[in-house]
């Protein structure tokens, strides 16, 4: 038996390993060797257009598979993608970042190469900002060891790696690995935990009118097990942030509706706000996530957990995993009376639901909400559902979801033109899971680039890109000449990139063609649709002012 193989091939075993069975990428020649190996490996290479995209590709891919890498050149190839990775990093993404860098030598010497910067160190300290751990490989002695470190990090804290690998490095030998270890969280601290517990159950028994908030700490840490039977337990009536949409089904009965401050609906608003007792769990309070930071919510009333803390009015636990709280109080709470606690469902009060009749006028031009209630009907179920920063986000957001859906939305971090490269991620992730993309034109050109990779690797997402020239999400906050834009024939696209049907739509009745022969495709579908140009729902409108507010722009 063969013990010694390459650090290439190491690391390549270890990533099979956690989860990562396609690398995102572009070839630059401090990379190649490593790609070289990665060609021999059952890993397989996607070439994206730019590293920019091969960050969004690795970070859609692992919001679906709960791992993603990416690998770029040194220098030039890893900035190019170094937004991508902050994204990850700001929304709790699990992205391993691997660059091929100059040979060790010329870290010591510090020769002028190509793509350097004097000082070669740079860039790892770069990305030490937006990353957990991070490594450069110099031996085939530690390689090992920290390859192991680094991507253990990586799976237990939910966010980017970096992985330095010079070029002759690759080829170094070292120890075939063992298993890998996956990590396992450390224990809760009991007496915090039973504190912790003790004051929760206090609140929660005593309530009358309690209500639960799921968010994104509940997706990334894979707790929707512990939630669900949690409320099943409980009887419970629950809401979702942006960020944790789809966190459970969207038919839930205990389910209604999202949750975002003063944007929320009515009665979502009042039944949050009316509550004597909520219970916060793994909430990212950001100020989209939080309308604005208008969620305003009653620290007496409330108890806040995240993945290792908890606070409960002016006291706050540390060392407390959310699984073992929710798992105690799981086991110590009785069920309530629903008819007690009143809950109106989400599925008969989302603003775009399919539970509503939708009857399509043929030569009525297209709104948004208009597009968005047909959507309600046009989504599948177990579908991927991608929506871009902007009138998309905010109007799929009060989407009713089908069972098995999973919602991507970059509704912290925000960067327009993520959910493309994400799209290309995602539908790599799950090659059988229907993808819908909603994209806005503005958006689209920072990223359009990757619609060409989708083709290539004949891949079928359904994308929806919403003409209302130029950058709406801007317009809401500031209208200038900056958010106007050049105006593209962007169904020709699919004839440009040499594959996918595309089509232009401007009333219902193109709208209802273009679905029926959408639904007969074996391929990328690319549907242009055009609404006015300040044709937003209320909840970016409310978005803009609370920006323009925060950048003195009003």
Avoid at 189 to 204: F, R
Avoid at 378 to 399: K, P, Q
């Amino acid at each position: 038996m063969i013990t010694k193989i390459t650090i290439a091939e190491y690391l390549l075993t270890r990533l099979k390993e956690i989860g990562v069975d396609h690398l995102f990428g572009v070839p630059g020649d401090f990379v190649l060797g490593f790609l070289n190996q990665v060609l021999k490996s059952d890993i397989q290479f996607v070439g994206t257009c730019n590293e920019l995209n091969a960050a969004y590709a690795a970070d859609g891919y692992a919001r679906i598979r709960g791992i993603g890498a990416f690998s770029t050149t040194y220098g030039v190839g890893e900035l190019s993608g170094i937004n991508g990775v902050a994204g990850a990093f700001a929304e709790r993404v699990p992205v391993v970042v691997i660059t091929g860098s100059p040979a060790t030598i010329h870290f010591r010497t510090r020769p002028l190469l190509h793509h350097t910067l004097g000082d070669y160190q740079i860039p790892l300290r770069i990305f030490e900002n937006v990353t957990v751990a991070s490594t450069q490989l110099v031996s085939g002695d530690t390689a090992p060891a920290e390859i192991d470190r680094v991507l253990s990090a990586c799976l237990a804290l939910q966010q980017p790696v970096y992985i330095s690998l010079p070029s002759d490095v690759v080829m170094m030998k070292c120890n075939r690995p063992d298993a890998f270890i996956f990590p396992t969280p450390a224990p809760s601290d009991q007496d915090a935990l039973a504190e912790a517990v003790k004051e929760s159950l206090a609140m929660l028994e005593k309530a009358q009118k309690p209500v639960v908030i799921g968010d994104v700490e509940l997706i990334r840490f894979t707790l929707q097990k512990e939630f669900a039977g949690f409320l099943e337990k409980t009887g419970f009536p629950y809401v979702t942030m942006m960020l944790g949409k789809t966190v459970l089904s969207e038919f839930h009965p205990q389910f209604i509706g999202l949750f975002e401050g003063d944007r929320s609906r009515d009665y979502v608003r009042d039944r949050v706000d009316s509550a004597d007792c909520i219970l916060q769990l793994g909430a990212l309070l950001s100020d989209l996530n939080t309308g604005g930071f208008t969620t305003n919510l009653d620290p007496f009333k409330t108890i806040s957990a995240n993945i290792r803390s908890v606070k409960i009015k002016h006291h706050c636990y540390e060392n407390v995993r959310l699984q073992d709280l929710i798992l105690a109080l799981t086991e110590k709470l009785s069920r309530r009376n629903p008819a007690t606690l009143e809950i109106q469902r989400a599925t008969d009060g989302c603003v775009h639901r399919h539970t509503e009749l939708y009857r399509p006028d043929g030569a009525k031009q297209l709104t948004v909400k208009r597009f968005f209630d047909r959507m309600s009907h046009f989504i599948g179920r177990n579908s991927i559902v991608i929506a871009e920063t902007g009138v998309s986000l905010f109007s799929a957001a009060e989407m009713l979801m089908p069972e098995g859906t999973t919602f991507i939305g970059q509704a912290f971090y925000g960067s327009i033109g993520y959910t493309v490269g994400a799209t290309l991620g995602a539908t790599m992730a799950a090659p059988n899971r229907p993808v819908v993309l909603f994209v806005g034109d503005g958006s689209f050109q920072v990223t359009c680039q990757e619609l060409s990779t989708m083709i290539r690797n004949q891949l079928k997402p359904v994308i929806f890109l919403i003409n209302n020239d130029g950058y709406t999400i801007e317009r809401v906050i500031c209208d200038r000449s900056y958010n106007d834009i050049q105006s593209w024939k962007y169904h020709q696209l699919t004839d440009v990139f040499g594959g996918g049907l595309g089509f232009d739509v401007r009333t219902e009745g193109e709208l209802e063609d273009a679905l029926v022969k959408a639904a007969q495709a074996d391929g990328l579908v690319f549907i242009e649709i055009h609404t006015g140009r300040w044709d937003c729902p209320d909840s970016l409108r409310s978005a803009g002012r609370s920006m323009a507010k925060t950048n003195q722009l009003d």
